[in-house]
């Protein structure tokens, strides 16, 4: 199963339309999850035309996006995997243990809004925060996340340039 996972694409200030080199890696996708702030609902719309999409509720996120079926946090089983998705996570410090505390069933925790990529293990738990595709704000690129799960167990986490 290959998961491409967006946060914070901020429609349509920042996101006008899917980005072709955005578009590339959707082509493929078997789900697409969003970490919240699309600040749009066309943007989930816009996206499902590639693969079904899940999202969670941003802070940006208008009654729009609650109506198109984004909740706060979600909890999905993704070919096995446990896997939970909220949008802020909230401070660096604690973090991994903060969301274990969250999301205790959960193998792998999918946030956003920092707009700053990060893959980070321990403890039992995996958190990955795709970045942004189309506001990097001080990072050097936009991003994106492509996970690939197989039998229950996440085989490789990738975060892409995109611009």
């Keep these: 199963m290959k998961v491409i996972v967006l946060s914070d694409t901020h429609a349509p200030r920042r996101w006008r339309g899917c980005p072709p080199a955005v578009a590339e890696h959707l082509r493929d996708a078997d789900l697409i999850l ?31 996006v609650a109506a198109w079926g984004a909740p706060e946090t979600l909890e999905l089983d993704l070919a096995g995997l446990r896997v939970a998705m909220i949008h802020d996570s909230g401070p660096a410090k604690g973090r991994l243990n903060r969301m274990r505390r969250r999301f205790p069933d959960a193998d792998l925790v999918v946030f956003g809004h920092s707009h700053i990529p990060l893959d980070e293990s ?42």
């Design 34 to 64: 969003h970490a919240g702030d699309v600040c749009t609902a066309d943007v989930l719309t816009e996206l499902s035309r590639y693969a079904p999409v899940r999202a969670v509720l941003g802070n940006n996120d208008g009654p729009d």
């Design 122 to 163: 321990g403890g039992g738990l995996r958190i990955f925060n795709p970045g942004s595709p189309t506001d990097r704000r001080r990072q050097p690129h936009g991003t994106i996340g492509v996970l690939h799960i197989a039998d229950g167990t996440l085989t490789r986490a990738e975060i892409l340039p995109v611009t």
